[in-house]
Nanobody, 125 residues
Framework: QVQLVESGGGLVQAGDSLRLSCAASGRTFSSHSMAWFRQAPGKEREFVAAIGWGNVGSTYYADSVKGRFTISRDSNKNTVSLQMNSLRPEDTASYYC?????????????????WGQGTQVTVSS
């Protein structure tokens, strides 16, 4: 059974940092692209960042997080991380890890097959 489990969320103040982690199990994700999405109450799920397979896979970011967030992965450990710096109140959301087969990076949640249960990030002003 494929499983993605996020961790690292919490309550922080504006300007603080958080590091989210996603542990994948059930299969090897070395040939999968991985991504982070977020969803705030009453809003649609929003793309945050994606990374291709391999430890030096290509990356792609939403404009709203570019320069503040960094996505990385350890293919040997089947983990993907999201380092979030200079957090803002508008970053408050549930953050989800997702995976899809292939190297092409896509921002559409419909393209991702596997999803985690989410971890809450709350940024106070």
């Amino acid at each position: 059974q494929v499983q993605l489990v996020e961790s690292g969320g919490g309550l922080v103040q504006a300007g603080d940092s958080l590091r989210l982690s996603c542990a994948a199990s059930g299969r090897t994700f070395s040939s999968h692209s991985m991504a982070w999405f977020r969803q705030a109450p009453g809003k649609e799920r929003e793309f945050v960042a994606a990374i291709g397979w391999g430890n030096v896979g290509s990356t792609y970011y939403a404009d709203s997080v570019k320069g503040r967030f960094t996505i990385s992965r350890d293919s040997n450990k089947n983990t993907v991380s999201l380092q979030m710096n200079s957090l803002r109140p508008e970053d408050t959301a549930s953050y989800y890890c997702a995976a899809r087969v292939g190297q092409v990076l896509t921002t559409s949640p419909m393209s991702y097959v596997y999803w985690g249960q989410g971890t809450q990030v709350t940024v106070s002003s």
